[in-house]
């Protein structure tokens, strides 16, 4: 069973702005990951929270930021927006930082950036 | 670098054939793989890893260290089986690289 959630589903911006999307994770899922999927790519990761504290980071420029809070929620914050920056971006939880452990997908946030 | 690499973007096959949606992998060391699915309309999901050596779905992957593969096979496809199957290599703690997928089209 999947609870992860996330909000919202689409998102209209331009170049320059800043957004935030939010993810819910499943209750009790201390690590959450979010990714950038770009059309006709894999997912590719940005970044990634345990227990509040960024623990892994991916080739992304500090632009992207984000913030894990006590409740289960998260957020991916991106500045100075690109057009390149469009893409649909998923959160994932799992319980800890075990390799093997299950990623728990969202439904992920479309942004278009133009 | 360790990356994960799906040769073929799209994958037709007939139903009741067998199908083998390949990856190679680039990892020193003892790989976990992993095999994602995203059926129409819905979530990636996993559906099923190296460790726990399952078949789910009637789908089984083997890992072969000698040709660093971890190719996804069914030996009859099902119509339902039409999806976007990723392959997925952990590269950190419990963070993982995908590799760009295959889009199966199943043909009745």
């Known amino acids: 069973e999947t609870g992860v959630t996330q909000s919202p589903t689409h998102l209209i911006k331009t170049r320059g702005q800043q957004v935030t999307l939010r993810c819910s994770s499943q209750?009790?899922?201390?690590?959450v990951s979010w990714y950038q999927q770009a059309l006709g790519q894999g997912p590719q990761f940005i970044f990634q929270?345990?227990?509040?504290?960024?623990?892994g980071r991916g080739n992304f420029p500090p632009r992207f930021s984000g913030l894990q809070f006590p409740n289960y929620s998260s957020e991916l914050n991106v500045n100075a927006l690109e057009l390149d920056d469009s893409a649909l971006y998923l959160c994932a939880s799992s319980r800890d930082l075990v390799s093997t452990d299950t990623q728990y997908f969202g439904p992920g946030t479309r942004l278009t950036v133009l | 670098a360790q990356r994960v690499t799906q040769p073929e973007k799209l994958l037709s096959v007939f139903k009741g054939a067998p199908v083998e949606l390949k990856c190679n992998y680039s990892y020193s060391g003892s790989p976990e793989l992993f095999w994602y699915v995203q059926y129409s309309r819905q979530r990636l999901q996993l559906l099923l890893r190296h460790i726990s050596r399952e078949s789910i779905k009637g789908f089984t992957a083997d890992l072969n260290k000698g040709e660093t593969s971890f190719h996804l096979k069914k030996p009859f496809a099902q119509e339902e089986d039409s999806a976007m199957y990723y392959c997925a290599l952990p590269t950190g703690a419990n963070n993982l690289f995908f590799g760009t997928g295959t889009r199966l089209t199943v043909i009745p």
């Open positions: 209750s009790g899922h201390n690590t």
């Open positions: 929270y345990y227990r509040e504290e960024e623990n």
